[in-house]
């Protein structure tokens, strides 16, 4: 199972662009990459997820190199609502497969 | 889109009682769910794989005897915590993705948070 890297906390303003990278140097090929919200006392909510390069959704945009040995999640002109913690995980997409959790990013946004 | 439901949302037991938590997928069907503990500022951390009609596999240090599992059906998967103690008071996650359906991701239930007292 392919591990992941994040900064373990970010700040930031509301309404600015909030960019976070997660590295995972031995992603393997059929692997996807996927990224959850969680706020205090409820479960992980799903963002995104991408094989490569960008992918983009009503929340949020997803930004995969060529190598796919890391990606960014962008936030667009955050909120106050989106301070929670941000999980980037790797794995292939199988019903059975289980995912793993790293330490995730904790943005806090301020006024 | 598809939910996850938990059953109950917080539970207060004494020591040395036995507590049962629910998760069900509510419109798709699940062979595997997982289930996730998770202490306070920490990350979750799986503790177990559901499987349906078969035995659950448990990751390394998590004691099959005290959390006992049952996946009794495609939409249903119980998680007992036996004789729980005051350590054992953390949130509850379980998470489940759609039988069948590749790549798609996975559905997390709302936790259950868990006070032995």
């Known amino acids: 199972l392919a591990k992941t890297t994040q900064p373990i906390s970010m700040d930031s303003y509301e309404g600015q662009e909030v960019n976070i990278t997660c590295s995972h140097n031995n992603i393997a090929t059929n692997d996807y990459i996927t990224w959850y919200q969680q706020f205090p006392s409820q479960g992980p909510r799903f963002i995104i997820q991408?094989?490569?390069t960008k992918v983009t959704n009503e929340v949020a945009s997803l930004f995969i190199p060529a190598d796919r040995k890391s990606s960014t999640l962008s936030l667009p002109r955050v909120s106050l609502s989106d301070t929670a913690v941000y999980y980037c995980?790797?794995?292939?997409?199988?019903?059975?497969?289980?995912?793993?959790f790293g330490t995730g990013t904790l943005l806090a946004v301020q006024p | 889109g598809a939910v996850v439901s938990q059953h109950p949302s917080r539970v207060i037991c004494k020591s040395g009682t036995s507590v049962k938590i629910e998760c069900r997928s509510l419109?798709?069907?699940?062979?595997?769910m997982f289930w996730y503990r998770q202490f306070p500022k920490q990350s979750l951390m799986l503790m177990a794989t559901s499987n349906e009609g078969s035995k659950a596999t448990y990751e390394q240090g998590v004691e099959k005897d005290k959390f006992l599992i049952n996946h009794a059906s495609l939409t249903l998967s119980t998680l007992t915590v036996t004789s729980a103690h005051p350590e054992d008071s953390s949130f509850y996650i379980c998470?489940?993705?759609?039988?069948?359906?590749?790549?798609?991701?996975?559905?997390f239930g709302q936790g259950t948070r868990l006070t032995v007292v």
């Open positions: 419109d798709f069907q699940a062979t595997t």
């Open positions: 991408g094989y490569k």
């Open positions: 995980l790797v794995g292939h997409g199988g019903a059975t497969n289980k995912l793993i």
């Open positions: 998470s489940a993705r759609e039988k069948g359906v590749f790549d798609t991701e996975a559905f």
